[in-house]
């Protein structure tokens, strides 16, 4: 099976990045976590800060590159109707992850674009909500 991770603005910065809200750990060891945790999942992992380039990566893994998609948009997720476009458009299914919860933050993050177009949303269980998320497209394919 083939999951691919991608990561919007500012989740490059994991680990330094507002650490009371987004925790004290980076996404790279994180993600080697996942890595042994599923061996027999192949984790494709990518992150930009740029809308488009989101975008062109969900057309490029969306129509039979990955058997589905863990999206953290970031910022994206309250402003992108380019964003749910695309997922819209692709065939793979796609979950909306956030770090934190964003429903207990300001009130310009309590709504999503995405989400109406995603599988599912979870959030605010830290990066575990990433690992969530896989669960559900590793159960959801058996």
């Given at each position: 099976?083939?999951?691919?991770?991608?990561?919007?603005?500012?989740?490059?910065?994991?680990?330094?990045?507002?650490?009371?809200?987004?925790?004290?750990?980076?996404?790279?060891?994180?993600?080697?976590?996942?890595?042994?945790?599923?061996?027999?999942?192949?984790?494709?992992?990518?992150?930009?800060?740029?809308?488009?380039?989101?975008?062109?990566?969900?057309?490029?893994?969306?129509?039979?590159?990955?058997?589905?998609?863990?999206?953290?948009?970031?910022?994206?997720?309250?402003?992108?109707?380019?964003?749910?476009?695309?997922?819209?458009?692709?065939?793979?299914?796609?979950?909306?992850?956030?770090?934190?919860?964003?429903?207990?933050?300001?009130e310009v993050r309590h709504?999503s674009m995405i989400s109406?177009?995603?599988?599912?949303?979870i959030a605010g269980f830290?990066?575990?909500?990433?690992?969530?998320?896989?669960?559900?497209?590793?159960?959801?394919?058996?």
């Open positions: 099976m083939n999951i691919t991770i991608i990561n919007g603005p500012n989740l490059n910065l994991l680990g330094v990045r507002e650490p009371g809200i987004y925790g004290s750990r980076g996404f790279d060891s994180y993600l080697e976590e996942l890595r042994k945790l599923y061996p027999q999942v192949d984790i494709a992992y990518f992150q930009s800060n740029h809308e488009g380039d989101i975008i062109d990566k969900l057309h490029e893994v969306g129509f039979g590159a990955t058997d589905g998609v863990v999206l953290n948009a970031g910022a994206y997720t309250h402003t992108s109707l380019a964003i749910a476009d695309a997922i819209s458009a692709i065939n793979a299914p796609v979950i909306e992850v956030h770090i934190s919860n964003v429903h207990a933050r300001e709504h109406g177009v995603c599988r599912g949303v830290g990066l575990d909500s990433y690992r969530l998320a896989l669960e559900h497209l590793l159960n959801s394919r058996q």
